[in-house]
């Protein structure tokens, strides 16, 4: 049973051509200029996140922008390296997810038999684990770390893209010129798939992952602020929120710095992704 | 048909021995001492070690897989360590009142995401309005929604109340488990009404994000339908704006939406425990929250093993539903 | 698209601007809230509790509900480590410390109308010394009862036992349990258990009168108490998880008394409005810095010498625990000894710290803490100094399953450990005996002094009391020259209330509770 999420319309040509149109480009741009800029936040932030600065609980104001939080760090560059390495997570998961995602939806699509049957009863499996209880049993055992929970989380992430892959592949593998060029000469399954079908694939898994980073900073948020995540002092900004809500009522820039953040990150996100959407699928 | 749901039910066995297997080699792999949490921080060591034969503990680990695979098969979930009950009968306990708050949310995420989806798609007024405040609402992480919440419409409105299911001490509990059918089963329009004050809150803290991912999707199906040649013809035809957008031009643009339906009830989970936790709703989130600081490994077992199985039945329905919606779906 | 963007911003900010305004008001305008007129006391608990059988029942929270439902022989008077009759009226000890006499008070009655008597007291302690629990080791020398009287009641110990009178006041003590009620419900040999989970028999004020899973616990006045009939006949204890939320709805009228874990800032700004009242009796508490000494940084002595003087003990108590805690001048929790008999004031030298540790620079350093926000703001502050001193040093939560495993899995130890504990009574045996001795069950990160634990074993079956006084003050001073525990604070328990309450009375074991029953407006 083949479920094509997203669906995006006929034409690969037009689609490819979408992603590059002019309209995409400004959000090329746009995402581009985030990256980079989230990654300079070293150069940006006043302060080192770990070093206690000032006196604790220090209002928002002319020296501190967002103030001081309860050992006296600069709340203002701790949300802006926590915003970096939430941006950072985000990319390494969804990079695990298309790749291993990408390679068993193409190999499942192009396969059919049993072999796409095997693989799609894994990627059935992996599915029905319980993401984030599952992210919080690793980490409870295994020890709360920025790399352990990466990794729980890329575990749950990938199923969602082989999905995807494997529908594409189909109905590419369905068309003429694939089955022309498979029949037609000597050609080997990779050259297939890396020539073939993995630039019309590319189109529909850019949507959806775009379309997913926004999810994934708030499951990244979420988990971190139920404890799992880099150890403190890290700026992590579900764990600031956390840590800093028994301060809500006193100090109230302390939690909702962090957590506005998120949602600035998760809203840029979520526009971005609804823009290259657009941009893609007005090219009929 | 008959196949799908057989080839279902062989895969929900392998996910639950699979997920006990794994859960398992955490639980060895984990520095927790569980059993001292169940007699107390200060026991003497050798109450410690008594308990810890008297549960089993002591055994190897392959044992224990063994003894704890052979008691899934009879339906025996363990004890809980920190409740010291079944962990069937606390999950009996605790369930209905997540199932409840899922029931309302989805219902919510529904309502929404057809205004989100179907509205901006068909041009509706307003729509765009509530597309762009909901899409900021679910870009907020769960906890900071909830949060703000209270604080707006608990404290500071105080229209609704801040936590737990109900104000009434003894609420009835009656042949559904959810308290707002029971209440008025029971006869008690008054306790329906408050048990629905106190759902406003969580319920919309859990449906905002699967509303704005279903209704992008949904939109997106919706604008490919619209500019469909069939819908031209209905057009054409001159049938109704209402009857094309949901008889016509619906029908073809469900399948996606509900695979993505499906995915988000899968991770309604993650930000249910969180606003359970906040919210004080007593649901099976909370009893989660709670039996993880204790390392209560039945209680989590328990829990791990119940949403793997719903979440292939909910695959299931999904992949019904969208054969009934659209049956060619099936000839694949 | 851009306009969506700056709609997006003025959101965002918006939302923070109506928090923020929420935060400063602070107060509900909740107007016309009768106080108290009902006679229902409203508080809360954060979890549903372990079962409350009165001979296992070990855990924090639920005090609240066997403090008020059952009683001990003895009991301290309030904020003292001074012994007093409760259900005894008077007691006497032999000379050889193996025979204790006690006569019991008559006209009291358990909650289900059977008379208390020294049978009853005997059954209480057999049950104890059967259900081996947790708390059973206070009855482990126990050889023989007798009764020959209804009111009076004699144990016989195999060997002296020092602490063995404030056992019997001890929160965690025998609790004097109806023997007609466990044998009423008894059920396939589980003397009662099962039913005592949800349910209690004992002499106090208050009987547990309904028990909703996950909801809530209710007590209810008892009829037959021998004692004042209290003002509030009825204490509800709601479960709220987040603490934040208990604060909310504190302030919103929905609750009367928050009976611990707000921040030290929350319980500041509640003192310093008219509308409520902060108490801070005093309690057991230590909020200590343990040492791991295997650590490869501060098992040596000098290491630990330069982080004891690094940490001051006056600013760091004030920072993060305020009016809440005391610094820590002497090695036992006050109130245990006489103050000044085991002195334990280490001069402040921050310089000693980054000379003792300049071979470790850039070496990880794990503090791990156990406990509340207080804990882990500490924690964190000690990561500052650390780091300061050219230690890379991070912070980790311990949950209370790993931190409980840690005495049996030396691989999983912090260099360090930020925890408050408590002991189960005002002597100084329940406090080493758990957390300093060799292997003792609490004894977190496994550092040690034999020669104390020798003087501790002396001490615990010595027959005059003057005599294992002295040896429990020596062994203090082995402990506390061992270095393996910096004092930061003696720390008190914490109550949030409404204003308008009088009454307070607490006792020294006490962990977030108060007493109930004495409690009333204070137009009463």
Known sequence: MSLAIGTVPDGIVQRVAGLAGRGARSWWAVFALGTAMIMIAPVLAPYAPTQAVAQPFLPPGARFLLGTDDVGHDVLSRVLYGMRSTWIAAIIVISIGVLIGGAIGTVAGLARGWLDNLLMRVTDGFLALPGPVLAIAIAASIGPSFGHTLIAISIVWWPYYARIVRGEARSLAARPFVEAARHGSQISVWRLALRHVLPGVAPAVIVAASLDVGNLILMLASLSFLGLGAPAPAPELGAMTAQGLSYLLTSWWVPIMPGLAVLVLALGSNFLGDGIRNSVGRHR | MIRLVVRRLVSAVVIIIVLTAVLFVLQQTSHTNPIRLLVGANAPESVVQAARRRLGYDQPIVVQYVRYLRDLASGNLGISLRTHDTVAADIATFLPATVELALVGMLFAAVLSVIIGIGTAGGWRGSGTVKFVTVALASAPPFFLAIGGILIFAHRLTWLPATGQTSYLNPPSGPTGLLVADSILHGEPGIALDALRHLVLPSFCIAIGPAVSVGRVLRSSMQTSLASDYVRTARAKGRSEFSILFRHALRNALTAPLAMAGLQVGLLFAGDIIVETVFAWPGIGLYVEQSIPSGDFPAIAGVTLLLGVGYVVINTAVDLLQVAADPRIAIS | ?524
Not at chain 3, 14 to 39: D, F, I, M, V
Not at chain 3, 165 to 184: F, N, R
Request: proline content about 7%.
């Open chain 3, 1 to 524: 698209m851009i306009g969506k963007k700056v709609l997006a911003a003025i959101f965002a900010a918006g939302l923070a601007a109506g928090l923020t305004a929420c935060g400063s008001s602070g107060s509900s305008s909740r107007a016309g809230e009768s106080a108290y007129s009902s006679h229902v006391l409203r508080s809360a608990f954060s979890a549903g509790l372990s079962p409350l059988d009165p001979d296992t029942y070990y855990e924090a929270e639920g005090l609240a509900i066997t403090t008020a439902a059952y009683q001990t022989l003895l009991t301290y008077q309030p904020n003292s480590s001074q012994l007093e009759g409760l259900l005894a009226t008077s007691w006497s000890v032999s000379p050889d410390g193996l025979t204790y006499t006690f006569h019991l008070r008559p006209g009291v009655r358990f909650s289900d109308g059977t008379p208390f008597n020294s049978a009853a007291a005997k059954a209480t302690f057999e049950r104890r010394i059967i259900m081996k629990g947790g708390p059973s080791y206070m009855l482990a020398e126990v050889s023989a009862m007798d009764t020959p009287s209804p009111l009076t009641f004699i144990v016989h110990l195999k060997l002296p036992v020092a602490p063995f009178l404030d056992y019997l006041a001890s929160p965690y003590g025998p609790l004097m349990t109806s023997p007609s009620a466990v044998a009423k419900h008894a059920a396939g040999g589980d003397h009662a258990a099962g039913w005592l989970a949800n349910h209690t028999a004992g002499t106090g004020p208050y009987v547990l009168t309904s028990v909703s899973k996950g909801v809530n616990y209710v007590l209810s006045y008892s009829n037959d108490y021998w004692g004042a009939k209290p003002y509030f006949t009825k204490i509800v204890f709601s479960i709220i998880p987040d603490f934040s939320t208990q604060l909310l709805e504190l302030e919103n009228g929905q609750l009367d008394m928050v009976l611990h874990g707000l921040s030290t800032q929350e319980y500041q700004s509640l003192a310093a409005n008219s509308k409520y009242s902060v108490l801070n009796p005093p309690a057991l508490f230590k909020a200590q810095v343990w040492i791991n000494p295997a650590s490869a940084v501060f098992g040596p002595m000098t290491a630990r010498r330069g982080l004891q003087a690094a940490l001051d003990v006056k600013q760091l108590t004030a920072e993060v625990f305020g009016s809440r805690g005391t610094p820590s001048t002497q090695f036992y929790v006050e109130g245990m000894l006489p103050d000044g008999a085991v002195p334990d004031s280490p001069a402040y030298q921050p310089g000693l710290l980054p000379a003792a540790v300049s071979g470790d620079k850039g070496k990880r350093v794990v503090i791990g803490y156990y406990g509340d926000h207080s804990l882990q703001q500490l924690a964190d502050l000690t990561q500052v100094i650390l780091q300061n001193a050219g230690l890379n040093a991070i912070v980790q939560p311990e949950n209370p399953a790993q931190v409980f495993a840690l005495p049996t899995t030396p691989s999983a130890r912090p260099d360090l450990l930020v925890a408050s504990m408590n002991p189960d009574a005002a002597q100084v045996d329940t406090w080493s005996r758990i957390y300093q001795f060799t292997n003792g069950a609490v004894n977190f990160l496994g550092c040690h002094a034999a020669a104390a634990d020798r003087l501790l074993n002396t001490a615990l079956v010595n027959p005059s009391l003057a005599g294992s006084h002295a040896q429990y003050v020596a062994a203090g001073d082995l402990y506390r020259n061992s270095l393996c525990w910096i004092n930061i604070a003696d720390v008190r328990d914490t109550i949030a209330a409404r204003a308008g309450l009088c009454g307070w009375s607490h006792e020294l074991p006490w962990v977030f509770v108060t007493e109930f029953a004495t409690l009333r407006p204070c137009t009463q």
